[in-house]
Structure formats: C-alpha cells, structure tokens
Nanobody
Framework: QVQLVESGGGLVQPGGSLRLSCLAS????????MNWYRQAPGRERELVAG???????NYAGNVRGRFTMSRDNVKNTVYLQMNSLTPEDTAVYYC?????????WGQGTQVTVSS
C-alpha cells in the first residue's frame, strides 16, 4: 500500500537547522510531484515547498532562501533542509505526493523552534 513516512522533526533553537525526510513506497515515486506542507496550531495548512518529477523546486515566499527541497529517486525519498529557523516555522510538516489524479499524504512530523 501507499506510504509516506516523514522523519527528522524535533525541537531546535531559533537560528538552527533541521533536515526532514519523507520515505515513499507503494507508488511510482519518480513520476510524482512531491511537496512539503505545514500546519501550525490554529492556522490553515500551507504549502512550503514542492519539487516536480523532473526535479524543479519551488518555495513559498516566507521560506525561500532558507529551505531547500531535494529528491532522491533511487531512495524514493524527498528531503527538506531547513536553515535559519524561527519560531514562526513551528508546525507539523507533512509530505505530499501528487500525480495521475491522485494525492497521498504522510502522517506528519512536528517541528518546534523555541529557545
């Protein structure tokens, strides 16, 4: 069955870094566009970054220059390198796959930025 399993979240101080991973299985990963979303308490889920099947990445304005998304089609994994983290980045981060009219979601990983 389809699975998206996020990892790498945790507690980090302001200015710190984290790298999130999302391991995919059960579908043709290399043909799917992949995205990272996040949802903070009391707020709507928002798109953070996306990478196409061809490897082109794009970013939300509030993370551009700080976050980098990449994919490894051999390992069926996408990554989100997050630098210069601020408390406003605190949220549950979700991995998302889109393709062939289908959308898959992971269970999320918590990122907390606090001193």
């Amino acid at each position: 069955q389809v699975q998206l399993v996020e990892s790498g979240g945790g507690l980090v101080q302001p200015g710190g870094s984290l790298r999130l991973s999302c391991l995919a299985s059960g579908f043709l990963f290399r043909r799917y566009d992949m995205n990272w979303y996040r949802q903070a308490p009391g707020r709507e889920r928002e798109l953070v970054a996306g990478i196409t099947a061809g490897g082109s990445a794009n970013y939300a304005g509030n993370v551009r220059g700080r976050f980098t998304m990449s994919r490894d089609n051999v390992k069926n994994t996408v990554y989100l390198q997050m630098n210069s983290l601020t408390p406003e980045d605190t949220a549950v981060y979700y991995c998302n796959a889109q393709g062939y009219g289908t959308i898959y979601w992971g269970q999320g990983t918590q990122v907390t930025v606090s001193s």
